[in-house]
């Protein structure tokens, strides 16, 4: 589904194919072969995107799991804090990249990264807030995540708004360009214009 006016309010789940992983232990893990992202490298490894993976499977195992075509999301739907549940990235990979269990795929004709950049809004984890489960493991259950509302717009306005969000993200994270009150402050503008942009405010 492309959307040519908006902006929309609309469920995740109404957008996109919500695939829930399954499998995939870090003893899994072998030194080169097919590329695979773990739920818990995406809180901890991974920033907004990448096209390259940290870990790799076998080829026999990667037939059994979920995978990431270019532009899918990847989400972690499990931890042990309610700060990294929902934890997302954009697969930019030029091959499929694969995910296992306490994790989910997000497919759309949307735009990857404006909906990586709508998931760390103050509006999406309110909403997530509701839908976790759990005290010890905290789990976001993709049928749960599914029900969470976006605000969407077209696709056009979608790689402006990445544009702007792109270049405050390159501001903040590169610290040899500030000192560390500056770097701060930017990340707290960073914050308030990407809440605003991605509400219409």
């Known amino acids: ?4 006016f908006g902006p929309i ?8 194919d919500v695939v829930r992983g399954n499998g995939l ?26 096209d390259e993976t940290k870990s790799f499977v076998s080829s026999q195992l990667a037939q059994k799991l979920k995978k990431a ?3 899918d999301v990847v989400v972690a739907t499990t931890s042990e804090n309610s700060e990294d549940v929902g934890k997302s990235l954009v697969w930019l990979g030029q091959t499929e990249a694969y ?8 497919k759309s004709e949307q735009l990857g990264k404006y909906l990586v950049y709508y998931m760390q809004t103050t509006d999406f984890q309110r909403q997530k807030e509701k839908m976790l489960v759990g005290t010890k493991v905290i789990e976001l259950y993709p049928k749960n995540l599914a029900r969470i509302q976006l605000i969407l717009s077209s696709l056009d306005q979608q790689k402006h708004i ?3 969000l792109d270049r405050f993200d390159t501001l903040t994270t590169d610290i040899s360009k500030g000192l560390p009150a500056e770097i701060e402050q930017r ?3 960073y914050e308030y214009w990407r809440d605003r942009l991605l509400n219409f405010s």
């Open 1 to 4: 589904m492309t959307w040519v």
């Open 9 to 16: 309010k609309v469920e995740l789940g109404a957008v996109c």
């Open 25 to 50: 232990q870090k003893k899994d893990f072998v030194d080169s072969g097919i590329p695979c992202i773990h739920y818990g490298q995406i809180y901890t490894y991974y920033g907004l995107a990448t």
């Open 69 to 71: 075509s270019y532009g």
């Open 99 to 106: 995910i296992g269990g306490h994790s989910c795929l997000l």
């Open 162 to 164: 990445v544009s702007i």
């Open 187 to 189: 990340q707290k503008q």
